[in-house]
Nanobody, 122 residues
Framework: QVQLVESGGGLVQAGGSLRLSCAAS????????VAWFRQPPGKEREFVTV????????LYADSVKGRFTISRDNAKNTVYLQMDSLKPEDTAVYYC???????????????WGQGTQVTVSS
């Protein structure tokens, strides 16, 4: 079992930055991929980005490419999402998720955090 806990959400003005953290416990993430999804108000959950723990390779949704950066800290068993140049349309609950094997952009992940709210004001 893997437990995931997100933190770092909040209210920020458009153009600002936030860094989200996803702390994992219960198991080392060596054979996992860890993704961030988000769910805007009244919409379905959507893929944001994913990182392979072993290789460090990443994939980003077009809507965040060049603005968001995913990274990992092996020692802390934590994944980060650095969000820059935030826009009002980035407003959503952000979730981290983990699964073994290759990464997918559908929400077909085995473990999920509880989510953290990000609100971007215009």
């Amino acid at each position: 079992q893997v437990q995931l806990v997100e933190s770092g959400g909040g209210l920020v003005q458009a153009g600002g930055s936030l860094r989200l953290s996803c702390a994992a416990s219960g198991r080392a993430l060596r054979s996992y991929v860890v993704a961030w999804f988000r769910q805007p108000p009244g919409k379905e959950r959507e893929f944001v980005t994913v990182i392979s723990w072993s290789s460090g390779s990443t994939l980003y949704a077009d809507s965040v490419k060049g603005r968001f950066t995913i990274s990992r800290d092996n020692a802390k068993n934590t994944v980060y999402l650095q969000m820059d140049s935030l826009k009002p349309e980035d407003t959503a609950v952000y979730y981290c998720a983990a699964r073994t094997g290759g990464y997918v952009t559908d929400p077909l992940y085995d473990y999920w955090g509880q989510g953290t709210q990000v609100t971007v004001s215009s």
